[in-house]
Nanobody
């Protein structure tokens, strides 16, 4: 599966932004989609994930209540809606596809995902 992220940019703290992850070579209903981010000098961090059916979502504590993952089956795209952005949300955001993932332990581990996009930069200024 090939994944392409888009929608990143420079915003101010408190603003909202929606990232998109367009898939090709497979349908988004056949895999779990995870979102991760990596800030300079830090390890890649789990943000959230949505199940292959779209019926379940799971978020890290740092974004819970602010970020929402949704699926657009018609466009074969997964979205990450980010509200009330904070300076500490600044990072490169990646989407990833994985199969056979069950439970928070699997969903939050980057090495459980098979395919990755190239990432999109999100910068939040104060």
């Amino acid at each position: 599966v090939q994944l392409v992220e888009s929608g990143g940019g420079l915003v101010q703290a408190g603003d909202s932004l929606t990232l998109s992850c367009a898939a090709s070579g497979g349908t988004i209903n056949s895999f779990t989609t995870g979102w991760f981010r990596q800030a300079p000098g830090k390890e890649r961090e789990f943000v959230g994930a949505i199940s292959w059916s779209g019926g379940s979502t799971f978020y890290s504590d740092s974004v819970k209540g602010r970020f929402t993952i949704s699926k657009d089956n018609g466009r074969n795209t997964v979205h990450l809606r980010m509200n009330n952005l904070k300076v500490e949300d600044t990072a490169i955001y990646y989407c990833a596809a994985g199969v056979g993932l069950f439970g928070p332990d699997d969903l939050s581990r980057a090495d459980e995902y098979d395919d990755w996009g190239q990432g999109t930069q999100v910068t939040v200024s104060s």
